[in-house]
């Protein structure tokens, strides 16, 4: 924003001081003027000569004496104003230097003021927070841009080398060329519609309604069963009513993305996924655990990241796009809800989605 020239907040607070002081001096003058005027006679004796002196003498004698103090005190409070003023903005300096720097891109840097507790240090305080959390916000960004850009190219290049050996070929058979097209264009289309869906999370563009995270358990659980017996995977569900707050269709995606994860990252044979849900102290929590292998915790706390998948998610037919559990976790944070990820002792993974419910809830 352009503004035009102005004073600075040091040369304001200098000009403030020095005024206040130059107030108090000329009171605190008329006061002892007033006193010698109006409170001691007409004629008084002076303490260094028997002589009289009325009052007209007093005045033209003090009047002098009270300019060279006043003259005294502008001096004195602009020079004490414009020290007692810097030191002040002192630390309102550094942080403008701060964002300053974090205007070019640097977002390393801190401001990291020192002392004690006072205005100037919460504010400090809050930037730092501040610059931490975009720096790191930008980081993911980056990486989610670096990653999306590299799943978005592999499907193009495999279309590119299809249709160029098909070019270089004219006999080989079309029914290959096309089914082989339909699968890339089809991860394609999956891996275009995640990203959308998880444009939407994030920004929480969506309307909010009263659910019952129950029945989408019922309703996941039943669309993904052939996918469980398939893969020789059975499923459970358990649990009360969970009235929650949100949009339906996107809880519906949440639930469907676990159960999913939960049948296709299991044991080869006789798996089984549990889902738990229940109203515990005004929130709903949602629970999926399922067999599978022992999953160290150091990799489980990168599964919500995108395009995070380990070598045998990556070979699987069932792989999806990478974007499933952090799909989930967008989802789950646009609810004001909390996603946490726990290894089981026995193998395979507990996943606890907890978001408000109706009595913390508010509809939009």
Same mark, same amino acid.
């Given at each position: 924003m352009a503004r035009e020239p102005g004073l600075s907040v040091r040369l304001? +607070? @200098?000009? *403030?001081?020095a005024g206040f002081v130059m107030l108090a001096g000329t009171l605190l003058l008329l006061a002892v003027l007033a006193f010698y005027l109006y409170f001691l006679p007409n004629g008084w004796i002076s303490t260094e000569g028997n002589f009289w002196i009325n009052r007209p003498v007093l005045v033209r004698a003090f009047v002098p004496m009270m300019a060279a103090v006043l003259v005294f005190l502008l001096v004195f409070g602009l020079l004490g104003g414009w020290v007692l003023a810097g030191r002040m903005l002192a630390p309102l300096t550094r942080i403008t230097d701060a964002t300053?720097?974090?205007? @070019?891109? *640097?977002?390393?840097?801190?401001?990291? +003021?020192?002392?004690?507790?006072? #205005? %100037?240090? #919460?504010? =400090?305080? =809050? %930037?730092d927070t501040m610059l931490a959390r975009l720096e790191a916000h930008v980081a993911e960004q980056r990486r989610f841009a670096a990653n999306a850009s590299h799943e978005l190219r592999t499907p193009l290049a495999i279309t590119q080398s299809l249709l160029d050996v098909a070019r270089n070929d004219p006999n080989r058979p079309a029914d290959e060329l096309d089914e082989r097209l339909h699968v890339v264009n089809t991860r394609a289309i999956r891996l275009t519609e995640a990203l959308l869906l998880l444009s939407r999370a994030d920004q929480r563009s969506f309307?909010?309604?009263?659910?019952d995270l129950s029945l989408i358990v019922e309703e996941a659980a039943e669309t993904l069963l052939p996918l469980a017996e398939k893969h020789g995977v059975s499923i459970e569900t358990a649990g009360e009513l969970a009235p929650a707050i949100g949009s339906e269709a996107l809880l519906l995606q949440l639930t469907t993305n676990l159960l999913h994860n939960a049948i296709v990252h299991n044991v080869p044979e006789g798996g089984s996924v549990q889902l738990t849900t229940g109203a515990r102290g005004g929130s709903v929590v949602l629970t999926v655990e399922n067999t599978g292998e022992h999953l160290p915790p150091q990799l489980v706390s990168t599964l919500t990241e995108p395009f995070q998948r380990g070598t045998e998610r990556i070979r699987a037919d069932h792989a999806g796009v990478g974007l499933? +559990? =952090?799909i989930v976790q967008s989802i789950t944070y646009a609810h004001d809800g909390t996603l946490t990820l726990t290894p089981r002792p026995e193998g395979g993974l507990r996943v606890t989605v907890r978001m408000p419910g109706y009595a913390t809830g508010k509809s939009k």
């Open positions: 304001k +607070l @200098t000009l *403030s001081y300053r720097l974090a205007a @070019t891109g *640097s977002l390393a840097h801190r401001v990291r +003021l020192p002392g004690r507790t006072d #205005e %100037f240090r #919460e504010l =400090a305080d =809050a %930037f309307r909010r309604d009263r659910v499933g +559990l =952090a």
